[in-house]
């Protein structure tokens, strides 16, 4: 299957599941109002601060790229649910429509070949990451909306396929934090020093052939207990 369709399809499910059926109308199955645009600018927010911008704190530092990959992975969760509400609810097309939409792209032939290393500086960097808030801001059309997250993928050292990699990890990862107390408040984030982001990403990088179930499995084997 098409991995954008799959992707969407994926994101469809985990929001059905943990936000019930009909999120697409903007309220949760508990009665809280989803705004995925705000939730998309704060992740853009959080990907910034993985530059070191600031000219008084920690100067002589590099840009922290493995976390600038999660992060944009987050901000791929929040804007593929911005679409699927998009789409719904402007009867703009079917979820495999919407990823033809996508394959159209003009910045979709870069991001469906091999990485390539970005030659803009880290401060050019974080104006392209704002340039996707702008997009956000503005109003701009889903399919604007996705192109700017692709400029924003393919300077971070994503491409479809790694950005696929990251996602299903991270989707598996998130159903894993709903199914262990996310939502109530109890879920352990911290993994014997490390946020289980960290882990995923280590149990993918040793064997990128796991199943997505055989992820979870991975997940709940290292998971704290107590």
Sequence with gaps: ???????????????DATNGLD???????????????????????ELIESYPWKHW????????????KIEAVDIWHFIMSQALT????SQLGTTEELAEA???LSNFQPFNAAVLPTTKNY??????????????????????????FIDVALQSGLNLDTLY????GKNILNQ?????????????????GKEDNVVMQALLDANATLTPEALYDELKKAYPKG
């Design 86 to 89: 998009d789409y719904k609810n």
């Design 165 to 168: 990699t990251l996602y299903v």
């Design 23 to 45: 999120w697409e109308k903007g309220m949760t199955k508990n009665g809280k109002r989803i705004d995925w645009r705000r939730a998309t600018y704060l992740e853009c927010a």
């Design 102 to 104: 996508i394959s159209r």
């Design 123 to 148: 401060y050019e960097q974080i104006e392209v990451v704002e340039r996707l808030m702008k997009t956000l801001f503005c109003g701009e059309s889903t399919e604007k909306l996705i192109e700017a």
């Design 176 to 192: 894993f934090r709903q199914d262990h107390g996310y939502k109530e408040g109890c879920y352990i984030k911290i993994w014997e």
């Design 1 to 15: 299957m098409d991995k954008i369709l799959q992707m969407l399809l994926l994101q469809q499910q985990l929001n």
């Design 57 to 68: 704190k920690n100067i002589d530092a590099e840009p922290d790229y493995d976390n600038i």
